[in-house]
Every structure is written in structure tokens, then in C-alpha cells.
């Protein structure tokens, strides 16, 4: 059975700092896409970074030089390192695990991160 569980959201300043990590089971995590996506209130869910199982990375341009994803393919986890958080960060923020040759997805529960003064 598949999981893709998050956790390390939470309240946080702006210019603060948190780490988010997508823990997964069930599947044969290094041959897929891992993604973060996030979705603020009122609007679409959106991409916010991906890593490919080589290691590479994507970010859209809103969190380029804050934001960080990893991976680690021993403990089956994709992290998302935030600093200098914004308001417009606030969001639920999901993981998704993608192959694309085989056409398979999934996604996590989401975890909520709030930006706030």
C-alpha cells in the first residue's frame, strides 16, 4: 500500500525558516519524480519544485534562492527547505511522487504552512 505522509509544517514569521519532509512506503521510491505542490486559499494548486532520480532539480521562479528540495533514497524521503518565508507562502503544500513512463502518481495528505506576523 502506498503512503506519502508530510510533516513539518506549522505557524512560522515571515523571514522564518522551515523543513518539510515527504516520508513514502509502498513503493520503489528512487525510480520516481518527486515533487512539492502547494495550494493557498481561493487558488489552483501549483508547482513549487521537483527532483528526479538523479538528483536534479526544478523550482518555479516565486521560491528560486529560498526554497530547497532534496532527497535522500536510503530513507525513502524528499525534503523541502524553506527560508525567508513569505506571506504568499502560506499553503497547504503536498508531496507527489510521479513516473512518468509508467504513468503512475500519487499524493500525499498535505501539510499546512502559515506565514503570519
Known amino acids: 500500500q502506498v503512503h506519502l505522509v508530510e510533516s513539518g509544517g506549522g505557524l512560522v514569521q515571515p523571514g522564518g525558516s522551515l523543513r518539510l519532509s515527504c516520508a513514502a512506503s509502498g513503493f520503489t521510491f528512487v525510480m520516481y519524480v518527486m515533487s512539492w505542490y502547494r495550494q493557498a486559499p481561493g487558488k489552483e494548486r501549483e508547482l513549487v519544485a521537483f527532483i528526479n532520480s538523479g538528483g536534479s532539480t526544478s523550482y518555479t521562479d516565486s521560491v528560486k534562492g529560498r526554497f530547497t528540495i532534496s532527497r535522500d533514497n536510503a530513507k525513502n524521503t524528499v525534503y523541502l527547505q524553506m527560508n525567508s518565508l513569505k506571506l504568499e507562502d502560506t499553503a497547504v503544500y503536498y508531496c507527489?511522487?510521479?513516473?512518468?513512463?509508467?504513468?503512475?502518481?500519487?499524493w500525499g495528505q498535505g501539510t499546512l504552512v502559515t506565514v503570519s506576523s
Open positions: 507527489n511522487a510521479r513516473w512518468p513512463i509508467r504513468k503512475l502518481e500519487f
